[in-house]
């Protein structure tokens, strides 16, 4: 089956302007994960979704940042007046369930570069 | 908090023989997992193995297997019998049921192979 996708490939933007990076997990799964991959560092936790509800938001690194799901399904990440740190790979991941025993499935990411 | 280590920015292993990546780790949890994913070029993360805490076995998959020292904290990756496609980053993780399954990684081992 159809793995998890993420849109765009590479995303490059001017500092300053909003941008939105799309996910779509594997079918049925309920868990999706966001995760930030600065170069030269390991990945970094942002937020989570269990369905539509996001009950960890706690690695969002400022207000600038936001993400959304919605039916379950599709998830964004929006970031607003976008900063050249925030220059990275966006990664995103679906799991069955948000449990510690099941995998998570990671897309090929979004590398967003702000000039 | 969770944090993970990984003292090794790069490797390099000659084909057909056996390289240890490392990773330390420090919790206060004792149900906990640990895993190590694989990073391409393609930036598509891949499950290689997972250690679940209670177990004391050590995981096997293959070619890979790793080296759980619980008390010690220490959570290594035995490749043996390298090969090429086995080149890319390697990152060691972490997740515990009070996290809802989110991952915390460390800075990854960039792993070259050669002829």
């Known amino acids: 089956g159809a793995g998890v996708s993420q849109s765009p490939s590479n995303k490059v933007t001017e500092k300053g302007k909003d941008v939105e990076l799309r996910c779509d997990p594997i079918?049925?799964?309920?868990?999706l994960y966001w995760y930030r991959q600065s170069l030269g560092q390991g990945l970094e936790f942002l937020i989570y979704f269990q369905g539509n509800s996001a009950p960890d938001k706690s690695g969002l690194p400022s207000d600038r940042f936001s993400a959304e799901r919605t039916g379950g399904s599709v998830s964004t990440l929006t970031i607003q007046r976008t900063q050249q740190e925030d220059s990275a790979v966006y990664l995103c991941a679906s799991s069955l369930a948000a449990r510690t025993y099941n995998e998570q499935f990671f897309g090929p990411g979004t590398r967003l570069t702000v000039l | 908090a969770q944090t993970v280590t990984q003292s090794q920015p790069e490797m390099s292993v000659q084909e057909a023989e056996t390289v240890t990546l490392s990773c330390t780790y420090d919790t206060s949890e004792s149900d906990y997992y640990l895993f190590w994913y694989k990073q391409p070029p393609s930036r598509q993360m891949i499950l290689v193995i997972r250690?679940?805490?209670?177990?004391?076995q050590n995981a096997t998959e293959n070619r890979f297997s790793v080296n759980f020292q619980k008390a010690a904290k220490s959570f290594s990756l035995k490749i043996s019998d390298s090969q090429l496609g086995d080149a890319a980053m390697y990152f060691c993780?972490?997740?515990?049921?009070?996290?809802?399954?989110?991952?915390?990684f460390g800075t990854g081992t960039r792993l070259q192979v050669t002829l």
């Open positions: 250690q679940e805490a209670y177990k004391q």
């Open positions: 993780a972490y997740t515990d049921t009070g996290t809802a399954s989110k991952l915390t």
């Open positions: 079918s049925g799964h309920t868990a």
